[in-house]
């Protein structure tokens, strides 16, 4: 197993007779995007895992999804041109009901699907996760840089990483396309994604915006100001509506008193002749 798997079995947890003390998968512990949709959200209907082996997991191993309790329940790891994947029990009805579950076929699509892809794809990246890219043709001699999505180079350094050195990027700060340069030449660029289940919550420069969007069209807001007047007077200008309904009604009353006011000549004397 230590040929395929940075892994070591540490022994067996529960009892497969006693069906009572079962684990379940946990949605709510981070999970690879496999599981993405699969996981049922009551608990009666996601897998029961009676009785399964403890994981201790190396350097190298990438846990797919986890137990309730915190155990690894599903893990991967690269080994040169080849992944594995291991689960934490065998796929007997003594063990567990994966196999009755809803998940179990496109689970194994998506497995199979996903261990078809060569080892050296370019693959997607979340924020805040470590790189390792492997950089054909390169000695590890090289003085290769990685740039992010604002510019901002790094100098990488090579590390031993399933059995083969590549170039490290110890934390992608930053979403977009990330770029490896050998000199002035790119030699390799990688998308780098938001987790769509949480917000990206990292404040942008005030530079940045401005640079983004320009001056003229950036308007920064201190705490506590009406953000409906600003956006309605930045798009349509200053409104006059309000003066002009206050100019209205000053007119009507104005009319108003002129039709009321006491007259000094009475409607039923007559004209003044001329001479």
Do not use: C
């Not at 370019?122 to 054909?136: D, K, M």
């Not at 740039?147 to 930053?174: M, T």
């Amino acid at each position: 197993l230590s040929g395929l798997l940075p892994v070591a079995i540490k022994g067996g947890v529960g009892d497969g007779a006693e069906q009572s003390g079962f684990q379940h998968l946990d949605p709510e512990r981070p999970h690879h995007p496999l599981f993405e949709g699969l996981l049922a959200a009551q608990p009666e209907d996601r897998p029961r895992f009676f009785k399964r082996f403890d994981l201790v997991p190396r350097d190298g191993l990438q846990p797919l999804i986890y137990f309730a309790d915190g155990r690894i329940a599903l893990a991967a790891a690269w080994k040169k041109q080849g992944r594995a994947v291991l689960i934490a029990a065998p796929l007997s009805l003594e063990w567990n009901d994966l196999p009755l579950k809803g998940l179990y076929a496109p689970l194994l699509h998506r497995l199979v699907r996903d261990l078809s892809l060569p080892a050296d794809r370019h693959i997607s990246y979340l924020v805040g996760e470590t790189a390792y890219r492997h950089l054909e043709g390169l000695s590890i001699d090289s003085s290769v840089q990685a740039e992010s999505p604002y510019g901002r180079r790094l100098l990488l350094e090579p590390e031993l990483f399933d059995g083969q050195y590549r170039w490290k990027i110890p934390r992608l700060d930053e979403s977009g396309i990330w770029r490896l340069w050998l000199g002035e030449r790119e030699v390799e660029r990688f998308p780098v994604n938001v987790d769509t289940r949480e917000g990206d919550l990292t404040p942008v420069r005030r530079e940045r915006l401005l640079q983004l969007f320009g001056a003229q069209r950036t308007h920064f807001m201190r705490p506590g100001e009406d953000l409906r007047l600003q956006v309605l007077g930045n798009r349509y200008g200053r409104e006059l509506w309000r003066e002009f309904l206050l100019l209205a009604l000053v007119l009507l009353l104005l009319e108003l008193w002129v039709a009321r006011a006491p007259r000094d000549v009475s409607e039923g004397a007559p004209a003044p002749e001329g001479k």
